[in-house]
Protein backbone atom coordinates (compact mmCIF):
# COMPACT_ATOMS: atom_id res chain seq x y z
CA UNK A 1 0.00 0.00 0.00
CA UNK A 2 2.44 2.36 0.70
CA UNK A 3 3.84 1.81 -2.49
CA UNK A 4 1.30 2.55 -3.95
CA UNK A 5 0.85 6.10 -2.46
CA UNK A 6 4.25 7.17 -2.97
CA UNK A 7 3.43 5.96 -6.75
CA UNK A 8 0.52 7.72 -6.85
CA UNK A 9 2.21 11.04 -5.03
CA UNK A 10 5.04 10.86 -7.76
CA UNK A 11 4.98 14.52 -9.59
CA UNK A 12 2.52 16.04 -7.08
CA UNK A 13 3.12 19.04 -5.13
CA UNK A 14 2.72 17.97 -1.29
CA UNK A 15 2.01 19.35 1.67
CA UNK A 16 3.92 22.96 2.32
CA UNK A 17 3.54 25.76 4.58
CA UNK A 18 0.59 27.37 2.93
CA UNK A 19 -1.11 24.39 2.80
CA UNK A 20 -1.00 23.28 6.41
CA UNK A 21 -2.38 26.94 7.19
CA UNK A 22 -5.37 26.14 5.07
CA UNK A 23 -5.96 23.14 7.02
CA UNK A 24 -5.53 24.57 10.27
CA UNK A 25 -8.21 27.71 9.32
CA UNK A 26 -10.47 25.05 7.95
CA UNK A 27 -10.63 22.84 11.38
CA UNK A 28 -10.83 26.54 12.80
CA UNK A 29 -14.03 27.49 10.80
CA UNK A 30 -15.15 23.76 11.47
CA UNK A 31 -15.33 24.10 15.14
CA UNK A 32 -16.96 27.79 15.54
CA UNK A 33 -19.45 26.26 13.04
CA UNK A 34 -20.31 23.27 15.23
CA UNK A 35 -20.36 26.14 18.42
CA UNK A 36 -22.29 29.02 16.35
CA UNK A 37 -25.13 26.44 14.30
CA UNK A 38 -23.84 28.46 11.19
CA UNK A 39 -24.37 25.83 8.26
CA UNK A 40 -22.33 28.79 5.76
CA UNK A 41 -19.14 28.34 7.73
CA UNK A 42 -19.23 24.91 7.33
CA UNK A 43 -19.68 24.83 3.61
CA UNK A 44 -17.16 27.85 3.97
CA UNK A 45 -14.53 25.17 5.59
CA UNK A 46 -15.31 22.12 3.29
CA UNK A 47 -14.40 24.33 0.40
CA UNK A 48 -11.28 25.43 2.26
CA UNK A 49 -10.58 22.03 2.87
CA UNK A 50 -11.05 20.92 -0.82
CA UNK A 51 -8.95 23.52 -2.15
CA UNK A 52 -6.32 22.75 0.28
CA UNK A 53 -5.89 18.86 -0.54
CA UNK A 54 -6.48 19.97 -4.33
CA UNK A 55 -3.06 22.26 -3.60
CA UNK A 56 -1.11 19.00 -1.94
CA UNK A 57 -2.36 17.13 -4.94
CA UNK A 58 -1.62 19.53 -7.70
CA UNK A 59 0.74 18.31 -10.43
CA UNK A 60 1.72 22.31 -11.20
CA UNK A 61 4.57 22.18 -8.64
CA UNK A 62 6.04 25.70 -10.08
CA UNK A 63 2.52 27.48 -9.26
CA UNK A 64 2.25 26.14 -5.59
CA UNK A 65 5.71 26.71 -5.40
CA UNK A 66 5.42 30.40 -6.45
CA UNK A 67 2.09 30.55 -4.40
CA UNK A 68 3.74 29.10 -1.20
CA UNK A 69 7.04 31.44 -1.31
CA UNK A 70 4.49 34.57 -1.46
CA UNK A 71 2.72 33.42 1.43
CA UNK A 72 5.92 33.08 3.28
CA UNK A 73 7.43 36.47 2.13
CA UNK A 74 4.52 38.32 3.34
CA UNK A 75 4.27 35.90 6.80
CA UNK A 76 7.92 37.67 7.01
CA UNK A 77 7.17 40.71 6.36
CA UNK A 78 4.75 41.11 9.06
CA UNK A 79 6.94 39.53 11.52
CA UNK A 80 9.47 42.08 10.89
CA UNK A 81 6.73 44.86 11.34
CA UNK A 82 5.97 43.21 14.45
CA UNK A 83 9.37 42.38 16.07
CA UNK A 84 9.95 46.12 15.06
CA UNK A 85 7.11 47.07 17.12
CA UNK A 86 8.34 45.09 19.95
CA UNK A 87 11.61 46.24 20.22
CA UNK A 88 10.30 50.13 19.76
CA UNK A 89 7.96 49.31 22.82
CA UNK A 90 10.39 48.37 25.30
CA UNK A 91 12.79 51.47 24.41
CA UNK A 92 9.80 53.92 23.91
CA UNK A 93 10.59 55.30 28.04
CA UNK A 94 14.28 55.50 26.69
CA UNK A 95 13.96 56.89 23.01
CA UNK A 96 11.53 58.80 20.95
CA UNK A 97 11.34 57.41 17.52
CA UNK A 98 10.42 59.70 13.87
CA UNK A 99 9.53 59.13 10.97
CA UNK A 100 11.88 60.88 7.85
CA UNK A 101 9.65 63.45 6.41
CA UNK A 102 11.77 62.88 3.05
CA UNK A 103 12.05 59.22 2.74
CA UNK A 104 10.06 57.71 6.05
CA UNK A 105 13.21 55.71 7.41
CA UNK A 106 12.62 55.68 11.50
CA UNK A 107 14.81 57.71 13.15
CA UNK A 108 16.04 56.80 17.27
CA UNK A 109 16.94 59.90 19.28
CA UNK A 110 16.97 59.50 23.16
CA UNK A 111 14.49 61.67 25.33
CA UNK A 112 14.72 64.65 27.10
CA UNK A 113 17.17 66.37 25.02
CA UNK A 114 14.79 69.22 24.50
CA UNK A 115 14.40 70.74 20.38
CA UNK A 116 17.17 68.54 18.32
CA UNK A 117 18.29 68.86 14.88
CA UNK A 118 17.55 65.10 13.38
CA UNK A 119 19.90 64.35 10.61
CA UNK A 120 18.20 61.21 8.72
CA UNK A 121 21.31 58.12 8.51
CA UNK A 122 19.07 56.74 5.26
CA UNK A 123 19.00 60.85 3.08
CA UNK A 124 20.73 62.84 5.41
CA UNK A 125 17.80 65.20 5.29
CA UNK A 126 17.57 67.23 8.61
CA UNK A 127 14.54 68.29 10.51
CA UNK A 128 14.13 69.50 13.77
CA UNK A 129 11.85 67.97 16.31
CA UNK A 130 11.17 68.01 20.26
CA UNK A 131 12.76 64.86 22.23
Same mark, same amino acid.
Given at each position: ????? #????? *? &????????????????????? $?????????????????????????? &?????????? #???????? #?????????????? #????????????????????? *?? *????????????????? $?
Amino acid at each position: MREKF #QHFMT *G &RYGADDLSRVYIIATLVIFVI $SLISGWGILYWIGLALMIYAYWRMLS &RNVSKRYEEN #QKYLNARY #QVAVKWNGMKKRWA #QRGTYRFYKCPQCRQMVRVPR *GK *GKICITCPKCRTEFIKK $S
